[in-house]
């Protein structure tokens, strides 16, 4: 799979829109994400600037199309590529909301797809802490079963991103919790370390 600015543009619309999910390549995710959301916020507006590298291959209509379906009252393009989207401090905590709505979605729906696998998961507030409660001989024997934290560290990420977070503060770990101990056996952090 390969993560793409479309694809972030994706995640961001629908995020804005009905929830996040994410699974795509890792390092073209980090460069992406390190470029940051810019989060003004007011005392009845908020203003987001998000980088030009989430609309790479977007028209003008597909952006004003995502400022529209937010309920936005308006976006701007500016002059480096960036756009920033205004909203009323109701839509903003509205796609936060739905932003988590999007991270329970695929929660249930990994839970769904393995039930064997995952047991639970929880996260915290600031969506910067996964506990993900799974059968670990099912875990060690399911190749894919890791790969969960790759979504879960992208949710995170985006998630802190457009709720304001500086990127220095920016971090999600995702930790795996054997049902039958209750003790960690593998973390992981996000972004990844180098």
């Known amino acids: 799979m390969k993560f793409t600015s479309l694809g972030v543009l994706a995640v961001l619309a629908v995020s804005f829109t009905s929830g996040c999910a994410v699974q795509e390549d890792a390092p073209a995710v980090e460069e992406e994400l390190s470029q940051g959301i810019e989060v003004d916020e007011g005392l009845l507006n908020v203003e987001v600037t998000v980088p030009k590298e989430f609309f790479e291959g977007q028209t003008e209509e597909d952006i004003a199309a995502i400022a529209k379906e937010g309920g936005y009252s308006g976006y701007t393009m500016n002059a480096d590529g960036s756009v920033t989207y205004a909203m009323s401090k109701a839509a903003y905590d509205e796609a936060l909301q739905k ?96």
């Not at 249930?108 to 670990?136: L, W």
């Not at 503060?169 to 990844?192: A, C, G, K, Y």
Request: hydrophobic content about 40%; cysteine-free.
């Open 99 to 194: 932003m988590r709505d999007g991270i329970d979605l695929a929660i249930q729906e990994t839970v769904k797809e393995k039930p064997h696998v995952f047991k639970s998961v929880t996260y915290d507030d600031a969506v910067s802490r996964f506990d993900v409660t799974v059968d670990k001989d099912a875990y060690g024997a399911d190749t894919g079963a890791g790969f969960i934290g790759f979504s879960f560290g992208l949710s995170g990420i985006f998630y802190q991103m457009f709720d304001g977070v500086s990127t220095d503060d920016r971090e999600v770990v995702i930790n795996f919790i054997d049902d039958l101990t209750n003790e960690v056996f593998d973390s992981q952090r996000w972004p990844l370390e180098e």
